[in-house]
Each structure stands twice: as structure tokens, then as C-alpha cells.
Nanobody, 126 residues
Framework: DVQLQASGGGLVQAGGSLRLSCVAS????????IGWFRQAPGKEREFVAV??????YYSDFVEGRFTASRDNAKKTVYLQMNSLKPEDTAVYYC?????????????????????WGRGTLVTVSS
């Protein structure tokens, strides 16, 4: 079975940093793009970032603050989140897409992804 396990969430003050991890199992990790999405209370899920073997794309609201990276040997993707804001408070999910796309448009859609992990809660206090 394919499993994606996100971790690293927690409570942090505004301006602080967190690093999320997403560990995958049961799939050929280097063949998958790994996306990060988030969902805040009462809001719809939104795209945060995606990392393929060659490219990384970010949503406008995290560009310059968040950095995604991957370690294929460890089947792990990281999301380094700096300069956190209260509006970054959400449950963060990682997801995996086995289809390659040119550009970021398809990766920004949740339905693009084949597998989803359970989320990790990030709370940013003001």
C-alpha cells in the first residue's frame, strides 16, 4: 500500500520557522511529483507547493518564504517554512502525482494527485 506521512507541524510564533516532512512508502518515489496543500478551518484546500525531479513551484502567498526539497534516497520531501504568518495556520497535507506535466497548472489542482497523506497541523500565533 502507498502511504504518505506528513509530520513536523506544531505551534510557532509569527515570524518563526517550521520544517515539514513527508515520508513516502509503497511507490517508486523518484517517479512522483510531491505536492503540498493546506486547509485552514472553514476554508477550502489550497495549493502550497509542488516538487518534481526537475522543478519546484509555489503559490504566490508562500513564494520567497517556503522552500520545498526532496531526498529521493530517503523517499522524503521537506517543506521549509520561514517567516510564518498567522494566516499560514492550517492542516498541511502532502500528496503524490505519478503523471508528469509541463508547467505548474495541473499540479495546482488537487484532483491531479493519486495519493494523499494525513495532514499535520501548523498553528502560527500572532
Amino acid at each position: 500500500d502507498v502511504q504518505l506521512q506528513a509530520s513536523g507541524g506544531g505551534l510557532v510564533q509569527a515570524g518563526g520557522s517550521l520544517r515539514l516532512s513527508c515520508v513516502a512508502s509503497g511507490l517508486s518515489f523518484d517517479e512522483y511529483a510531491i505536492g503540498w496543500f493546506r486547509q485552514a478551518p472553514g476554508k477550502e484546500r489550497e495549493f502550497v507547493a509542488v516538487i518534481t525531479d526537475f522543478d519546484t513551484y509555489y503559490s504566490d502567498f508562500v513564494e520567497g518564504r517556503f522552500t520545498a526539497s526532496r531526498d529521493n534516497a530517503k523517499k522524503t520531501v521537506y517543506l521549509q517554512m520561514n517567516s510564518l504568518k498567522p494566516e499560514d495556520t492550517a492542516v498541511y497535507y502532502c500528496s503524490a502525482s505519478g503523471t508528469s506535466y509541463s508547467g505548474s497548472n495541473y499540479y495546482r489542482r488537487g484532483e491531479t494527485y493519486d495519493y494523499w497523506g494525513r495532514g499535520t497541523l501548523v498553528t502560527v500565533s500572532s
